[in-house]
């Protein structure tokens, strides 16, 4: 219900008021339509409520990755330093590191003139690691499967266009990094994703973080 009142309600009323190719090519749109009904305080209004939502994503991003970098470097998977705790139990470490990088991307907007670009870098920059836990799950489904062909062949679930799937999963990803390539806006993030995640396993393997936890050979 909210969703309908907020979002389809307000798309609703705008359009109502305004032709769907001019909506936005003059200012927000909100601010038009309270200005087009008499509130001419609607920038201000508006500007305010755009703001209190990007402080509260922020602070909701701090705690959220604070206690994440904390849980993973409990778990031996991060630098124990990003464990470290005040005495009111603040993980200071992580938090510490999470306003560094915030950092780094408030200075990106002075750095590249185009704020779009630096969104587009940002957001393309991550499209490589999140590739590679898919690429992880399609091979290893495959490497199951044919350790244990006996076991599989007479489960009840089965997996539909298997192992053709995964083949072409995989080959579609692919094509997606080719494609990020030759994008002239995208290629500059595909080279900080491959930098990032270098520098992610240099980390790794200079902590010794691969000696805990180690996976064992599967067994039949």
């Not at 393309?124 to 690691?129: D, F, G, I």
């Not at 390539?181 to 900080?192: A, G, I, P």
Request: glycine letters at 8%.
């Amino acid at each position: 219900m909210r969703i309908l009142i907020f979002y389809v309600g307000a798309i609703f009323v705008i359009v109502t008021i305004f032709p769907w190719n001019e909506i936005g090519s003059n200012g927000s749109p909100f601010v038009l339509t309270f200005a087009k009904i008499g509130i001419t305080a609607a920038a201000g209004i508006i500007n305010f409520v755009v703001l209190t939502a990007a402080l509260s994503g922020c602070n909701s991003g701090m705690y959220s990755c604070g206690r994440m970098l904390y849980a993973l470097a409990k778990n031996r998977q991060l630098p124990t330093a990003m464990a470290k705790v005040s005495r009111h139990g603040v993980p200071v470490a992580g938090v510490a590191v999470s306003i560094a990088i915030l950092l780094i991307g408030s200075c990106l907007n002075y750095i590249i003139p185009n704020p779009q670009r630096v969104f587009v870098y940002v957001y393309s920059a991550s499209v490589l690691p999140g590739m590679v836990p898919w690429f992880v799950i399609l091979i290893s489904q495959l490497r199951f499967r044919r350790a244990h062909k006996a076991a599989i062949a007479s489960h009840p679930f089965r997996s539909i266009l298997f192992p053709w799937a995964n083949y072409v999963t995989m080959a579609f990803l692919i094509c997606v990094l080719i494609g990020m390539y030759f994008n002239e806006d995208t290629r500059m993030s595909l080279f900080v994703g491959i930098i990032f995640m270098l520098a992610v396993t240099a980390i790794y393997k200079i902590f010794g973080l691969n000696r805990h936890g180690k996976a064992h050979k599967l067994e039949e």
